[in-house]
Structure formats: C-alpha cells, structure tokens
C-alpha cells in the first residue's frame, strides 16, 4: 500500500490518526457536560507533529477549556458579593429588582407633565390679554377684558372654516403641527420646575429643532396658498428665522459652557445653587440678546407689529392670512405658546431663582408663583417698549438681529476668556 502525504504528519491511517481526531473533538466539548469528556492532567493528546499546521487554520489548543471549569450560573442566581467599596454589576438580562418608590416617581413625573402642559396651553392666552390690557392703558385707552382672548379663541372654534381649492395637505395640517410642536417643546422647558419631564443631555438642540419646525411648516402654509402675500410673508419670516436661530443657539450654549451642561434643566439647576454664576457681564449680554431675538421670534415691536393689518408691513399676519376658523383658532393659540415658552425661558433660565429640582404639589406651587412674578416684570418691559418704539424698517431688521447676534458671540467668548 503506497503511503498517503498525511502519513509523516500523523502515521499510518489508523490508530495513530484517530487519536488525534478524537482529542480535537473533545477539546471543543463543553467541560462541564461529562466528567468523561475532561482531558486528564498527565496525558498530552497533541503530539509535537501536532503544532505543524496550515497557513489559515485553527488552533485547536487555544480553545482547551480547563479541567475544573463551573457550570454557566442559572438566571437569575445570586452571584458572589463584590468586594467593599466596588459597585455590583448589573447583568443586561436581569436589571435587578426596581426601587421601592419606583411607581409614585413615575406619577409624579406624569403629573408633573400634565401641570406643566395645562400651564403653557391656558396660561399663554391670559399672558397675550395682559400685554394688550397693559400696553392699552399705558397708552390713555381702556383696552380689551384681560380674558378676550379666551373669547376671541371660543369664537373662531364656532366658525366655518373656508379653504382655497389651491392648497394641499399641508395648509390643513400646519395649525396642527404648530400646536404639536409647542406643546412638546413645553415638556423641555423649565416651566414650573427646575427638571423639565423631557430633560436630557443635549435637550437644547431638540428645543431650536422645535421651533424651526413650527417656523418651517408656517412657511410652507403661506406659500401653499397661493396668495401674493402669503409669499411675501413666508420669505420674510424665513429671512429673520435664519438671522435669530444662531443668536438663540451661541446664546443658550454660553449659559451652558458656564454651567458645564448642555441640559436645560441642569443649567438651571446649576445656577439656581450657585447664584454667584449669573452675576458677570457675559450673563448680561447673552439675556440681552435672547430679549431682541424673542421680540422677532414671536413678532412683537420694533420687528413686527402683531396689532396691525396693513399689507406691506405684515410679516407673520401675511403668512396666516388665508386662514380662517378653527385654523385660524389653532395658529393664534400656537402663537400665544410660542410667545408664553419663549419668556417662560427667558425667566427661568437666567433668573432661576424660585425653581427647585424636586417634583411635588409645594415645589411646583412655589415654581408656578416665582413663574408667575417674572412673567409680570416681562410684560410690562415689553408693554413699555412696544408703546414707546416704533416698527423698524425691513431692511433695518438684519442690522438688529446681527447685533443680538454679535452681543451672543461676546458672552460666549467672556465665558471662554474667563474660564
């Protein structure tokens, strides 16, 4: 019989081949299934012809198992304590028993949701009301009742709704997306507490997001009409939206630098515990120029006259033109939220005294009074201002915004010079 090439490697076919063979299979068994599959201590199965092996193959010596190897731990059996000062590790599949007060933190977080929702959407009419009733009786005239928006939003949900046979999808569902929009960005805010229901590292992003969607779907509404106005209307309020979003950004992002978060609620957290934080000039320049971009965001004096119907000066009343009824209800509600969460942050966020971290009926009452005091100083700066300028020109507006801009970018760098 002529001898095969494997023969110099492991012998004749046969015995001396077959031991081998069997001690690779062994190798790959489990050891804790037989103690028969075990490899004895004193017997060597691999020979030294054994380690000479192809280019590419596997090494069966690297998967010998030891002798005495445990059995795999049953789920969820109780593994050894681990030493004093060291952190038990949690496995992925059992994630331990939940704490105690694990269902009433879930609660209080809903409740604290639903306060805090019910306090955006029915407070920001009243805030509209007061700022009218205030700038009307700084002006000689007795003004509307501090509840005609109520009013006004009761009547436009009693009325028809008339809709061009031009538009498409989108002019129907941009009030709906307004409202949706604000009313998640209300679960970001601080608004009655320090620690927002929606508070996560980088909620700061997701927040600018919001508001641009809201802004972005308008636009779309105003151009979808069809109407010469809406047009106008749309690429000016495109225009200042693309001057004032950098400003909030370096803005926010200055107060997050000095407070080593990017989470909103974390920021005020931080400077709630440690007033000393907001009393420099790089706090003052970034309030100041948050202040000039809420006035363009929400379409109040010097950049937009929200009392006016005049068509060549309108630049948000141009884009909601063609609406009427419950849209129309729903866009103006949206604006009220818009105009609620944009002082809400305002106050809150560099003057956050009076909020605290723990959910419960006194924190939030306490919140909800300290809210309610500066959104009064708020109005009446604004009431002030708007009785005492006059409506910038459209091409004075980019001058204005690129201010707010570069008075953001100073506060960033003050932080930066300072740290």
Known sequence: ??????????????????????????????????????VPPGVSLLRRADRIREPGSLDLRRLALPARARRP????????????????????????????????????????????????GLGAPLLVGALRTLKARLVGRRGPRLWQPYADLRKLLGKEVVVSTTTSWVFRATPYVLVATML???????????????????NIILLVYLFMLGTFFLALAGLDAGSAFGGMGSSREVAIAALAEPTVIVAVFALALRADTIDLGRIVERFGREPWL???????????????????????????????????????EAMVLEYSGRYLALVEWAGAMKLFLFMALLANLFVPWGLTGAVGPGPMLVGLLALAGKLAVLVCAVAVLETTVAKLRLFRVPELLAGSFALAFLSLMAVILVR
């Open 1 to 38: 019989m002529r001898p095969h090439r494997a023969d110099r490697a492991d012998g004749v076919h046969g015995d001396r081949v077959r031991v081998p063979l069997q001690a690779r299979l062994r190798l790959l068994l489990p050891a804790h299934e037989a103690p028969r599959h075990r």
């Open 73 to 120: 731990a049953r789920r969820g059996a109780r593994g050894p304590d681990p030493p004093v000062g060291q952190r038990q590790s949690v496995s992925r599949l059992h994630l331990g028993r939940p704490p105690s007060d694990a269902g009433a933190r879930v609660i209080a977080d809903v409740a604290a949701a639903v306060v805090q929702v019910l306090v955006v």
């Open 184 to 202: 998640v960005t209300a679960l970001i805010v601080p608004v009655t507490v320090a620690r927002p229901p929606l508070a996560f590292a980088g």
């Open 278 to 316: 907001a009393a420099n000039p790089a706090h003052l320049l970034a309030f100041a120029a948050f202040f000039i971009v809420m006035l363009a965001e929400t379409g109040r004096l010097p950049v937009d006259n929200p009392a006016t119907h005049l068509e060549l000066t309108m630049i948000h």
